[in-house]
């Protein structure tokens, strides 16, 4: 089992910045690719960037690319996303997941899920 708890969510005005973190326990983090993934109010959850293991391939998502980062600490056992020039649309509850496997973006492929926390941002 892993155990995945996100933090640094909050109401940030547009344009401005939020770092979130994730951080893992339990099995051995640095054997699992990781992702985010957001969730906004009636709608499916969608990727947002996912981290190999090691942390040498990123993907992300069109809507993010170049605005968001995604990193990792092994020696923490934490998976950072740095988020810049947020939007409105950013709004959603974000949560990390971990799989045991290669970097995917697809939502059934990874192991385990943390909570999540919302952000929110304002026009």
């Known amino acids: 089992q892993v155990q995945l708890v996100e933090s640094g969510g909050g109401l940030v005005q547009a344009g401005g910045s939020l770092r979130l973190s994730c951080a893992a326990s339990?099995?051995?983090?640095?054997?699992?690719?990781m992702g985010w993934f957001r969730q906004a109010p009636g709608k499916e959850r969608e990727f947002v960037a996912a981290?190999?293991?090691?942390?040498?391939?990123?993907r992300y998502a069109d809507s993010v690319k170049g605005r968001f980062t995604i990193s990792r600490d092994d020696a923490k056992n934490t998976v950072y996303l740095q988020m810049n020039s947020l939007k409105s649309e950013d709004t959603a509850v974000y949560s990390c997941a971990a799989n045991f496997g290669a970097t995917t973006m697809f939502v059934n492929r990874y192991d385990y899920w943390g909570q999540g926390t919302q952000v929110t941002v304002s026009s």
């Open positions: 339990g099995r051995t983090f640095s054997n699992y690719a």
């Open positions: 981290i190999s293991r090691g942390g040498g391939s990123t």
